[in-house]
C-alpha cells in the first residue's frame, strides 16, 4: 500500500503479513516507483492523496516506466472521489477512509483472484524514516 499515514500502514502491514501477505511500502509515489524497480508487486494499494508524488502522478509513471505492468490497483481515498479515480486509473477496487478490515479483505480478494496470486504491495510502514524493519 503506498500511503502517506504512517499508523493506518504499519496497521495494515501486520494484519495483511499475519494472513500471509508479502506485505510491503511506501510512503509516496516516488518511494513507491524506487520498490517497484526490484519487488514487482501483484497488487497495490493507493492513497490518491499524498506528498511528492500523488496516486494518479504515480500511476501515470509506474505505467510510462513498466514497472509491475501486472499488478493489480486497489485505490484508497478519505475523499468520496475514490470510485470515480478507480476508475480512471483503472483499478479493480476503491474504498473510501475509514474502511472496514473486511472491506479490504473483500478488495484484495478480487484483485489477488484476478492476479492469480496472493501477493499485494502493502503500504507503507514508515521503513524509510524510521529505519530499516526485519
Known amino acids: 500500500m503506498v500511503d502517506d499515514d504512517c499508523d493506518l500502514g ?14 510491503r511500502g511506501a510512503l509516496d509515489g516516488r518511494a513507491a516507483l524506487d520498490a517497484l524497480e526490484s519487488w514487482p508487486a501483484d497488487v497495490i494499494l493507493l492513497d490518491l492523496s499524498m506528498p511528492v508524488l500523488d496516486g494518479p502522478a504515480f500511476r501515470a509513471e509506474q505505467r510510462r516506466r513498466g514497472l509491475a505492468p501486472r499488478a493489480r490497483l486497489v485505490v484508497l481515498s478519505a475523499n468520496d ?19 472496514s478490515l473486511r472491506r479490504l479483505e473483500d478488495a484484495l480478494r478480487r484483485a489477488t483472484s484476478s492476479a492469480g496470486t496472493r501477493t499485494p504491495i502493502s503500504r507503507s510502514t514508515c521503513t524509510s524514516r524510521r529505519g530499516a524493519r526485519s
Open 81 to 99: 472521489e475514490a470510485h470515480e479515480a478507480a476508475e480512471e486509473l483503472g483499478a479493480c477496487a476503491a474504498l473510501v477512509k475509514p474502511f
Open 10 to 23: 504499519d496497521t495494515l502491514i501486520q494484519i495483511l503479513s499475519a494472513r500471509g501477505y508479502d506485505a
